[in-house]
């Protein structure tokens, strides 16, 4: 199984600062399509998991432009250019090139 | 409006089972694979299942291979997950989502139902 390290597991921030999240693959997310198949999901507390990024830097609809996504091979970062109070919550990395499906630890975002 | 409501979980006893469902309403069933995922008491997520569109082809974890079954009735707009020879460590919240094929991600989640395997 692919394994996913993210650092760090925990982010004090600033209101209005940038934040970042950084993560690793055990092995090369490159498909044999070409693509990277490799997303990033939000969890607020008391809410379900929100797709923010997928394909290393695609935005999903909805979400802030604040959020960017970059990366290639087995290392990848999630970007907030600005932390808003809303922004609290846990992040997670998921790579879907290979089954099964594997996720990072979390990375707990807090003011 | 989108939504995936999940209903089935409780408490049952090691070697139980149980059956979750997920309805859908608010896009076309059948055009999308879907996926379940869980999450244990202070764990993170695991990807448990996935099914494609017409229900031809499933996938699983190993952790749960040969004891999960994923299935669906598009008549129904509901996705299924029958749990059988439940362990303690299958003891989580349990969540259905849309999976996008583009995208190889799961774009809409459903909230989650607790499971609970205890005697």
Request: aromatic share 10%; net charge positive; hydrophobic share 35%.
């Amino acid at each position: 199984d692919i394994v996913m390290t993210q650092t760090p597991l925990s982010s004090p921030v600033t209101l209005g600062q940038p934040a970042s999240i950084s993560c690793r693959s055990s092995q090369s997310l490159v498909d044999s399509d070409g693509n990277t198949y490799l997303s990033w999901l939000q969890r607020r507390p008391g809410q379900p998991p929100r797709l923010l990024i997928y394909k290393i830097s695609n935005r999903f609809s909805g979400v802030p432009d604040r959020f960017s996504g970059s990366g290639a091979g087995t290392e990848f970062t999630l970007k907030i250019s600005r932390v808003e109070a809303e922004d609290v919550g846990i992040y997670y990395c998921m790579q879907a090139t290979q089954f099964p499906r594997t996720f990072g630890q979390g990375t707990k975002v807090e003011i | 409006e989108v939504q995936l409501l999940v209903s089935g979980g409780g408490l049952v006893q090691p070697g139980g089972s149980l059956r979750l469902s997920c309805a859908v309403s608010g896009f076309t069933f059948s055009n999308y694979a879907m996926s379940w995922f869980r999450q244990a008491p202070g764990k993170g997520l695991e990807w448990v299942s996935g099914i494609n569109g017409d229900g031809g082809r499933t996938f699983y974890a190993d952790s749960v291979k040969g004891r999960f079954t994923i299935s669906r009735d598009n008549s129904k707009n509901t996705l299924y997950l029958q749990m059988n020879i439940l362990r303690a460590e299958d003891t989580a919240v349990y969540s259905c989502a849309r999976w996008m094929d583009s995208g190889r991600a799961s774009d809409i989640w459903g909230q989650g139902t607790m499971v609970t395997v205890s005697s």
